[in-house]
Nanobody, 120 residues
Framework: EVQLVESGGGLVQAGGSLRLSCAYS????????IAWFRQAPGKEREGVSS????????YYKDSVKGRFTISSDNAKNTVYLQMNSLKPEDTAVYYC?????????????WGQGTQVIVSS
């Protein structure tokens, strides 16, 4: 069974920092990426950042570049999202997702989400 468990959300003042963790398990593939999405109230879910297992290449949404850093600890099957200089507009539920390719098929798995609230 594939599991992704997020942790590390909370309430922080603008300018503060949080580190989200995503512990994943249950799939066997050498071709996958772990991504962070977020969904603010009344808005669509959007991709924030991702990291590829094969080459550690990363992606960042423009609005978080220079403030957020994604990293992985393969020994712990955990991906982190370090969020610095947080802004009220970063307030959202943050979801961890595994984007897994097995053969010619792609699979998406989701965590349950963790709430981030940034107060002004």
């Amino acid at each position: 069974e594939v599991q992704l468990v997020e942790s590390g959300g909370g309430l922080v003042q603008a300018g503060g920092s949080l580190r989200l963790s995503c512990a994943y398990s249950g799939f066997t593939s050498d071709d996958y990426a772990i991504a962070w999405f977020r969904q603010a109230p009344g808005k669509e879910r959007e991709g924030v950042s991702s990291i590829s297992d094969s080459d550690n290449s990363t992606y960042y949404k423009d609005s978080v570049k220079g403030r957020f850093t994604i990293s992985s600890d393969n020994a712990k099957n955990t991906v982190y999202l370090q969020m610095n200089s947080l802004k009220p507009e970063d307030t959202a539920v943050y979801y961890c997702a595994a984007l897994v390719t097995i053969g010619t098929k792609n699979y998406h798995y989701w965590g349950q989400g963790t709430q981030v609230i940034v107060s002004s």
